[in-house]
């Protein structure tokens, strides 16, 4: 006899791609500030985070990209983005 609950969940590979897609990519660019150790990006990250989440909460545009706006943020402290 077959319980009448719920269907059993099939996985498409296409969903599977669309989650894991950004981790496989996530090494391939780096950070980098000519005169910053290493060490202070964790602050100045902290930091463009909030100011992106700020700027979304400001402006009442909860669309806003705030990837994008993360890295304006980091690029204006001095930091680059250099690919690997």
Known sequence: MRHAGCPTPTI??????RLLGPCLFAGCAVWTHPAQ???????DATACHQAAADAA????????????????????????????
């Not at 150790?37 to 602050?43: G, N």
């Open 57 to 84: 909460l400001a402006s009442g545009r909860f669309d806003l990209d705030a990837q994008n706006a993360y890295t304006v943020c980091m690029q204006r402290q001095g930091w680059e983005l250099q690919e690997r």
């Open 37 to 43: 150790p290493s060490a202070a990006f964790a602050d």
């Open 12 to 17: 498409r590979p296409r969903w599977l791609l």
